[in-house]
């Protein structure tokens, strides 16, 4: 009983260096969601996606580009970190479309850009 | 712009103390609320309340929304140390973010609970 899975758990980066952030869910949602989470911050949107191929910009999206090309996976790049992109980014995902369902987060990647 | 605020940032309590967190907010076309429990990795949900006045319950746990003042509470009776974690309050605006609503969470509440 996976539900959402975000890897990698850890990654250090460079300025400058690019990475994807990889989430998968198995709970056949439709709606999956970036966020960032940074102290005394909360969690802020970064990207979401209504369904597969489909992908819109959240609260912060600058710096990041998403993808969903199959409907359990949502991709989160970084094309050239930034220190300012230190935080722990969860995904969420969600099974409804009117009226908003609780989200099932995963359990986070911490990046840290140097 | 809008906003959610959640009250106290923090909070240190005795185990079997009654502890009461606060969340206010003010969006445009309110949908829901919705509190979850965040201890060290992902945030694990609680309620969702989207009528005034009508109680959900958990247990120990507890919450009220009021549409009116724009609040609501989460109470937490007889604490546990199992009970320490950082409470955030989320609110579903229908509009932000276009058509589709996307949750405004606030900045959360850390409660410690000590033995």
């Known amino acids: 009983n996976a539900g959402v899975t975000q890897t990698p758990k850890f990654r250090v980066l460079k300025t400058g260096q690019s990475m994807t952030l990889l989430c998968a869910q198995d709970?056949?949602?439709?709606?999956m969601y970036w966020y960032r989470q940074d102290p005394g911050m909360g969690l802020r949107l970064i990207h979401y996606?209504?369904?597969?191929?489909?992908?819109a910009k959240g609260e912060v999206p600058d710096g990041y580009n998403v993808s969903r090309l199959k409907k359990q996976n949502f991709l989160l790049g970084l094309e050239s970190a930034a220190p300012s992109q230190t935080s722990v980014y969860f995904c969420?995902?969600?099974?409804?479309?009117?009226?908003?369902?609780?989200?099932?987060f995963g359990n986070g990647t911490r990046l840290t850009v140097t | 712009e809008d906003k959610v605020v959640q009250s106290p940032l923090s909070l240190v309590v005795h185990e079997g103390d009654t502890v009461t967190l606060n969340c206010s907010y003010e969006?445009?076309?309110?949908?829901?609320l919705l509190w979850y429990k965040q201890e060290k990795k992902a945030p694990t949900f609680l309620f969702m309340l989207?009528?005034?006045?009508i109680e959900k319950k958990s247990g120990r746990l507890s919450s009220i929304l009021d549409k009116k003042e724009l609040f609501s509470i989460l109470n937490i009776t007889a604490t546990q140390t199992g009970d320490s974690a950082v409470y955030l309050c989320?609110?579903?605006?229908?509009?932000?973010?276009?058509?589709?609503?996307?949750?405004?969470f606030g900045k959360g509440t850390k409660l410690s609970v000590k033995p």
């Open positions: 969006v445009t076309n309110f949908r829901s």
């Open positions: 969420a995902s969600s099974s409804t479309g009117g009226r908003l369902a609780p989200l099932h």
């Open positions: 989320a609110v579903e605006a229908m509009n932000y973010g276009g058509s589709q609503g996307n949750l405004i």
């Open positions: 709970m056949n949602h439709e709606y």
């Open positions: 996606s209504v369904g597969e191929g489909t992908t």
């Open positions: 989207t009528s005034s006045g």
